[in-house]
């Protein structure tokens, strides 16, 4: 049992364990923008571990990111950047300033 442990402690350590299955990657623009759509899930926990979209303008996260997979003018709130083919990441806006990122965060659909 304890050989078992060990060996799944070890194979997180080499291939990852986060929350998407993956290892994550250093979030890079020049990356993102030429990386597949559903291959970016890579970079996502870095991006919503260091907060790197937080109090950015929604222009300023279509600079970054590109356009999103999802947005809507009914829901304004809101930007969907689909990361994997079951993943997204959102992007939600402030509701007292609908231009400034509020909090980022990755989900299973």
């Known amino acids: 049992m304890r050989k078992l442990m060990v060996g799944a402690l070890v ?29 970016r899930y890579v970079m996502v926990n870095d991006l919503v571990d260091r907060k790197v979209l937080n109090a950015l303008t929604r222009d300023q996260v279509k600079a970054l990111l590109g356009p999103p997979s999802f947005g809507s003018p009914e829901y304004p709130g809101y930007m969907t950047y689909v990361v994997k083919v079951d ?23």
């Open 11 to 39: 194979s997180c350590a080499v291939v990852g364990c986060g929350p998407l299955g993956s290892s994550s990657k250093h979030f890079d623009h020049e990356t993102w923008l030429t990386t597949p759509e559903t291959s």
């Open 87 to 109: 993943t997204v990441l959102d992007v939600r806006f402030a509701a007292t300033d609908q231009h400034l990122v509020e909090k980022a965060f990755s989900r299973q659909m």
